[in-house]
């Protein structure tokens, strides 16, 4: 496709865009969200805010990376396909090339004994902007008591039954019960549904492909594609979803992976910029580090792919109808459930990463002073992820 002059400038300009949110946003998919508001909506105004929710409701109703999926049906609506294709890569590609360099600097600390304790601060700092970012998305986007109520039920129940299911359950669960205020929305005339089947094609042409060349060849790599496309394509609800179901496959069943391996990785994830599906690159390039620098860069390379290529499927598949679909007042009185049972799975996960934190004090003070400077404060995120290294560093 053949973009005029000043439209391919624009793209270049939003791409650079892209580059520097990957480079900045650490967090989960709340924080990523305050700060596309920030920059996409706010500064640059390539889509408004409302559409933004929109397409971030729609991307909680499908199997992937929130965030990811986001940031690619973005470039979709405003560039197609070439573009949402770029805005994956350049969103992807800085995370997945810092994974790939951890992955190899903890294989090459392993063997010369050099502790990991400088990561000591990050973890807490992490909770701490789960926390923030959740409350500050609901304060946007719930706006009476039903909405509040959501929260509530959804921290709870995801708080008490932590459970991959429990993820689209409570979004669905949500978005079926707000769903039923649809008559305080105005009617909106509506068009047909045109659904194109295509990018569910190439979905399972891809997922049947991968499992019968693995089984075939017995490559690991491949097999490693075809693990990561698998859980790329039934994960709901983000990176904290994702943790423990790579954490059951590769280290207790296939054993990949050490449990001090993992757990580095996680730490890690909290220090690497952009998706936190980056933990997906790390666990690949540990699975291949006996095949030394080369096989761990492959490893990273097509984790990377398997893990983000489901969701851009989905988004591909989703996206087209969805302008006419969110003409149903059903539909749209929904969002506000969706938002609210999101916002409510963010919290619950903080709360069961800040729950072994409870009994030292240092990481309980890092939460707090971490709140503090978030509400009080406009420090940039990454500034105060690097102070968090310093004093790691430091003590």
Not at 202 to 224: C, D, E, H, M
Not at 306 to 330: N, S
Not at 358 to 384: C, E, G, M, R
Request: glycine share 8%; proline share 5%.
């Amino acid at each position: 496709m053949a973009y005029p002059p000043i439209r391919r400038f624009r793209y270049i300009i939003y791409l650079m865009d892209i580059l520097l949110l990957s480079l900045t946003a650490f967090g989960g998919a709340q924080v990523h969200l305050m700060m596309m508001i920030e920059r996409l909506v706010r500064k640059r105004r390539y889509i408004t805010e409302e559409e933004l929710l929109e397409l971030q409701a729609l991307c909680q109703l499908l199997p992937g990376p929130s965030s990811t999926q986001t940031v690619t049906a973005i470039g979709l609506k405003i560039g197609g396909q070439p573009l949402a294709y770029l805005s994956l890569l350049v969103w992807s590609l800085p995370a997945m090339v810092l994974m790939t360099l951890a992955a190899i600097g903890i294989h090459y600390l392993e063997r010369n004994s050099v502790s990991l304790g400088f990561t000591r601060f990050v973890g807490p700092m992490a909770v701490a902007f789960l926390i923030y970012g959740a409350y500050a998305i609901a304060r946007k986007v719930i706006h009476n008591l039903q909405g509040w109520s959501f929260l509530i039920i959804s921290t709870v129940l995801a708080y008490l039954y932590p459970s991959p299911y429990m993820t689209p359950v409570l979004i669905i669960s949500g978005g079926i019960a707000a769903s039923l205020n649809f008559q305080k929305h105005e009617k909106m005339e509506k068009g047909p549904i045109r659904i194109r089947w295509r990018p569910i094609i190439f979905w399972i042409s891809v997922l049947i492909t991968a499992a019968i060349v693995g089984k075939v060849t017995n490559s690991l790599p491949v097999r490693l594609f075809e693990n990561f496309y698998r859980n790329g394509s039934l994960v709901f609800g983000g990176g904290q979803v994702l943790i423990p179901i790579l954490y059951n496959e590769f280290v207790e069943f296939k054993s990949y992976l050490t449990d001090q391996e993992f757990l580095a990785g996680m730490a890690l994830t909290q220090v690497v910029p952009g998706p936190v599906f980056s933990i997906a690159t790390f666990v690949g390039s540990v699975s291949m580090q006996s095949e030394g620098v080369t096989g761990q860069i492959i490893g990273g390379f097509v984790a990377t792919a398997g893990i983000f290529l489901p969701g851009t499927f989905f988004i591909f598949f989703a996206y087209p109808f969805w302008d006419q679909l969110k003409k149903y007042r059903g539909i749209r009185a929904s969002l506000q459930g969706i938002h609210a049972a999101s916002c409510g799975l963010t919290i619950a996960a903080a709360m069961s990463l800040f729950q072994p934190m409870l009994t030292d004090w240092q990481p309980l003070l890092t939460v707090i002073v971490t709140l503090l400077v978030l509400a009080f404060t406009k420090f940039p995120s990454y500034l105060i992820i690097l102070g968090g290294l310093i004093l790691g560093l430091a003590f």
